[in-house]
């Protein structure tokens, strides 16, 4: 009987720690669980003030920025259009770009000023800016817009500012406006005329005309960049990394 008595209570003492070792997993098990359901919550919430931030970021006629960083960037260079240097210059950088583009916007801060002050500033090469529309009808709002305040000399001005305030693609923010902002904003002193130039049948021809030249040439995506020299036929490049790259191209087309 003493035997089997103690058999039975070795049996419950197994039992009893299984238990616990049961509870303490299932415990475990609800520290993980909470902790990943946490951690989604706040990676949400993350989620959500990014987007909340890039939403508010641009895309506002009412606090367009930067009309002075673009204005001193550009100062003292010749404009013809949408050409920005010397007209001298044996070399052309072109770039086929919509205002839309992000990535576009991403070159226009860290490329372009580059460009600009380097191979542009020594009058070694001009900056060429293409409209290739792919991102829908704001983007050939835009384009247009461009096209006619490089018609008063203030083409780059209204680009390049242009992509200091994009909004979200898509997102209905390019508004006449919008436009009409950037354009005071990027000096165009004629505003009745430049209103009239960007509705016109010949600043849209021309927004057609250069997006299908991108894509003659076989380009598929925004930013694209192309070298012309003197008299010679576009030579595209791409998407290059870096500003050295695209002046390491000038050097070997010479």
Avoid at 44 to 56: E, G, M, P, T, W
Avoid at 109 to 114: S, W
Avoid at 168 to 182: Q, R, W
Wanted: glycine content about 12%; hydrophobic content about 40%; overall charge negative.
């Amino acid at each position: 009987m003493s035997g089997r008595r103690d058999r039975e209570r070795r049996r419950e003492e197994r039992l009893q720690g299984e238990g616990e070792a049961a509870g303490q997993e299932r415990r475990r098990r609800l520290v993980k669980l909470g902790s990943a359901v946490a951690f989604l919550a706040v990676a949400a919430l993350l989620v959500a003030v990014v987007i909340s931030q890039s939403q508010s970021d641009g895309g506002d006629a009412s606090d367009v920025r930067d009309t002075a960083l673009v204005a001193n960037e550009l100062r003292g260079l010749a404009q013809d259009g949408l050409i920005l240097g010397d007209p001298a210059a044996p070399q052309t950088i072109v770039e086929f770009g919509d205002l839309q583009c992000p990535a576009c916007k991403q070159y226009a801060t860290e490329v372009i000023p580059e460009l600009i002050e380097g191979p542009v500033r020594r009058g070694d090469a001009r900056l060429e800016f293409r409209n290739f529309v792919i991102l829908g009808p704001q983007s050939s709002l835009a384009a247009a817009a461009a096209v006619a305040a490089g018609r008063q000399g203030r083409g780059w001005n209204f680009v390049e500012l242009f992509y200091r305030n994009q909004g979200i693609e898509h997102s209905g923010y390019v508004t006449d406006e919008f436009l009409a902002a950037i354009a005071r904003g990027a000096g165009v002193p004629d505003m009745a005329r430049w209103n009239a130039d960007r509705g016109s049948a010949t600043v849209k021809r021309e927004v057609n005309r250069t997006s299908a030249q991108a894509s003659n040439l076989g380009l598929t995506g925004t930013p694209s960049f192309a070298i012309q020299s003197r008299g010679g036929a576009l030579e595209p490049l791409g998407l290059p990394g870096s500003a050295a790259e695209i002046e390491s191209a000038l050097s070997q087309a010479d």
